[in-house]
Structure formats: structure tokens, C-alpha cells
Nanobody, 125 residues
């Protein structure tokens, strides 16, 4: 599986964006699909994840209630709908897939073995 992230851009605070992560293979072959982000000068952090089996979703506390992860199996694409954006959401966003991860590590980078290139999200105040 290869991943291609897109959909980033510049938006005002309170606005919205939808990121897409297109997979070259079937996303159903992965255990998890996730989104991470990295702001300038900071470590990459977990944003959201979708567990393929059971279709459970997981979110960082900082985005819960504002962001929604979803997928379209027919298009092999995972989405991150981002609403009520804040300046602190500014970061490069990465999508990732986990082929062997365990559930307890779903919020950690080490669970993911395939990464897409990042897409820049900038939220102006």
C-alpha cells in the first residue's frame, strides 16, 4: 500500500477543510488507518485513527468533537474532516497505515509502517 495525502491549504479560524488519503491498495488490508500532524518545532502527534475491523474511531482530545475520520472503501480513501479549525491546528498532516499494529498502540507512530507525504494545513487567526 502506498498513500497520497491531499486537501491541505490556508483557512481562517473557524473554517473547515477535508483531507484525503488515497491508498494504492485496499485499505481493508490494513489494521488501522491514521492521521498524525507535526507543527513547526514540535514532535509529530496523533490526531485520529480508524480501526478497520469493527470500524472503531479514535481521536486526540485536542480534536475530539471537531475532526472526523471516515473512509470510502470503494475509493480506497480515508478522509479527515476538520471543522472549527483553530490556529493551533496549523501543522503538516500525515496519513499512515498499519499492517501489523496492535490496538493498544493505535495512537502511536510505531504502530504504523506506511506513511504518506504530508499536506500543509495553515489556520490564520
Amino acid at each position: 500500500v502506498q498513500l497520497q495525502a491531499s486537501g491541505g491549504g490556508l483557512v481562517q479560524a473557524g473554517g473547515y477543510l477535508r483531507l484525503s488519503c488515497a491508498a494504492s491498495g485496499r485499505i481493508s488490508s490494513s489494521r488501522f488507518m491514521g492521521w498524525f500532524r507535526q507543527a513547526p518545532g514540535k514532535d509529530r502527534e496523533f490526531v485520529a485513527a480508524w480501526r478497520v475491523i469493527g470500524s472503531n474511531t479514535y481521536y486526540a482530545d485536542s480534536v475530539k468533537g471537531r475532526f472526523t475520520i471516515s473512509r470510502d472503501n470503494a475509493k480506497n480513501t480515508v478522509y479527515l474532516q476538520m471543522n472549527s479549525l483553530k490556529p493551533e491546528d496549523t501543522a503538516v498532516y500525515y496519513c499512515a497505515a498499519s499492517s501489523h499494529g496492535i490496538l493498544s498502540s493505535i495512537r502511536t507512530e510505531r504502530a504504523y509502517d506506511i506513511w504518506g507525504q504530508g499536506t500543509q494545513v495553515t489556520v490564520s487567526s
